[in-house]
T-cell receptor, first 108, second 110 residues
Framework: GESVGLHLPTLSVQEGDNSIINCAYS??????FIWYKQESGKGPQFIID?????DKRQGQRVTVLLNKTVKHLSLQIAATQPGDSAVYFC???????FGKGTSLLVTP | DARVTQTPRDKVTEMGQEVTMRCQPI?????VFWYRQTMMQGLELLAY????????DSGMPKDRFSAEMPDATLATLKIQPSEPRDSAVYFC????????FGPGTRLLVL
């Protein structure tokens, strides 16, 4: 069936470096995508979203890129900080499947 | 700052006991979701409601789990009888296209 999945289960980056978390989706009709961040002991929290009529959206230190041709999303975090250490989920709007996410570990 | 609240935050119980988890969605949100999170399975949807009506509970073991929305401000998830394999963190979320998650209920069934 249709699903949203993540390329890498874990990612380790050094503080100050940029991070890129990738996500593939299979439903070509999807028109809305969201990235969530889940810190230890907390529920997932909205970070940034993008609609399918855009290919890039920027927030504060975060950028989401959408490539509809290959059905691929990425989340870029600039100047990664220790507080960015978390599990990141990508999801379609009205998402019902989040999977296991990608764990980002920021090392000093 | 509107938030989804869940109670209890932690629950330890013995196998066979009934467990009730409660959720207060954000006022005005008409869709409420229940998820279970484990290391092995990740974040799994158990059930969700729209305008208090259950839309999908196919992710829930029907023989022991039940989910209800007695009113627009309260959603409940019950497990009876509980089993050790039910140990997990249970999240409630409300919203629509974007979901707003509560802090979760960490359940341990001994």
């Amino acid at each position: 069936g249709e699903s949203v999945g993540l390329h890498l289960p874990t990612l380790s980056v050094q503080e100050g470096d940029n991070s890129i978390i990738n996500c593939a989706y299979s439903n070509s009709a999807s028109d809305y995508f969201i990235w969530y961040k889940q810190e230890s002991g907390k529920g997932p929290q909205f970070i940034i979203d993008i609609r399918s009529n855009m290919d890039k959206r920027q927030g504060q230190r975060v950028t989401v890129l959408l490539n509809k041709t290959v059905k691929h999303l990425s989340l870029q975090i600039a100047a990664t900080q220790p507080g960015d250490s978390a599990v990141y989920f990508c999801a379609e709007g009205y998402a019902l499947n989040f999977g296991k996410g990608t764990s980002l570990l920021v090392t000093p | 700052d509107a938030r989804v609240t869940q109670t209890p935050r932690d629950k330890v119980t013995e196998m066979g006991q009934e467990v009730t988890m409660r959720c207060q969605p954000i006022l005005g949100h008409n869709t409420v979701f229940w998820y279970r999170q484990t290391m092995m399975q990740g974040l799994e949807l158990l059930a969700y409601f729209r305008n208090r009506a259950p839309l999908d509970d196919s992710g829930m073991p029907k023989d022991r789990f039940s989910a209800e929305m007695p009113d627009a401000t309260l959603a409940t998830l019950k497990i009876q009888p509980s089993e050790p394999r039910d140990s997990a963190v249970y999240f409630c979320a409300s919203g629509g296209e974007t979901q707003y998650f509560g802090p979760g209920t960490r359940l341990l069934v001994l």
